[in-house]
């Protein structure tokens, strides 16, 4: 064996074919084991990678939902601060309800991470609820699918607005009633959030019209919303902080 390895050791350094097939063999057999043990890494690595995705939509969120200007004319933006009005915070769904009249999402984020009750709560697909109760690490929201969840949300591309309510009948359906009647819509619009309150930036994605009615004692509409979200299966969020809320709410506030 050994005088055989010695003979082909010197048969490939002598002749140049048999020199490029072996190197060409060679090439062939370590790569596909490199692309194999790749596959393997890349595997075992999904879940880190997919917690720097987060954290990478968080920071494009932030720029995102800055001022105006910043993303129509460059030079406004800050490459260090941004001078954004909202910040956006990733974290992980820990319990979430979907099948109660009032359902409840835990979070793993508290006021540890600086998390505050009132902060909207979304998902790169759309709003879930609003931050209610804040432990250290933990926070619960209260769903949008919940009877006491009072969202303002508007037609896209229109001025008219309505309040975001849930019937309790659908978990991936929810209803943007006190739509005015001259409004103008079709099925399969785009509902999204629309930025008259501080809880969240305008022009946050929700869903599409599925159905509508006229409630013709009110002479106004209550439309059906299909959620871009799918309530039953939610994992990866961003609870969103209005930098401004406080000074906002406290120009709001009726006075004594």
């Known amino acids: ?22 190197i060409n ?14 596959g393997v890494s890349s595997y075992f690595s999904l879940k880190s990678e997919n917690e720097k995705l987060v954290e990478e939509n968080r920071r494009l969120k932030s720029l995102l939902f800055s001022k105006e200007d910043s993303l129509t004319n460059i030079q406004y933006i800050d490459s260090t601060s941004f001078g ?23 979070i793993n984020k508290g006021s540890s991470d600086s998390i505050k009750t009132d902060m909207g709560v979304i998902t790169p697909n759309g ?19 919940n009877s006491n969840s009072k969202i303002n949300a ?8 309505g309040t975001l309510t849930w019937n309790g009948k659908n978990a991936n ?12 819509f079709n099925v399969n619009d785009t509902i ?8 969240f930036p305008k022009g946050i994605p929700i869903g599409m019209i599925k159905d509508f009615k006229l409630n013709t004692k009110e002479n106004l509409y209550v ?27 406290n120009l709001l506030a009726p006075e004594n």
Request: no cysteine.
């Open 1 to 22: 064996m050994l005088l055989l390895f010695i003979s082909l050791v010197f048969t490939i350094q002598s002749h140049s074919y048999h020199k490029s097939k072996f």
């Open 25 to 38: 063999s060679a090439n062939w057999l370590t790569g596909g084991i490199y692309e194999q043990a790749n």
């Open 84 to 106: 954004t009005d909202y910040l956006f915070r990733a974290g992980k769904i820990i319990k979430n309800s979907y099948s109660k009249i009032d359902n409840i999402i835990l």
């Open 127 to 145: 709003i879930i609820g609003v931050v209610d109760r804040v432990g250290g690490s933990h926070a619960t929201v209260i769903s949008i699918l």
């Open 154 to 161: 508007k037609i896209k591309n229109t001025n008219f607005y």
């Open 173 to 184: 359906v929810v209803q943007l009633e006190d739509v005015e009647k001259l409004a103008t």
């Open 192 to 199: 999204i959030t629309g930025g008259d309150s501080t809880l």
């Open 223 to 249: 439309v059906d919303v299909q959620l871009f979200n799918d309530m039953t299966n939610l994992e990866n969020i961003y609870v969103i902080e209005n930098l401004y809320r406080e000074e906002i709410d």
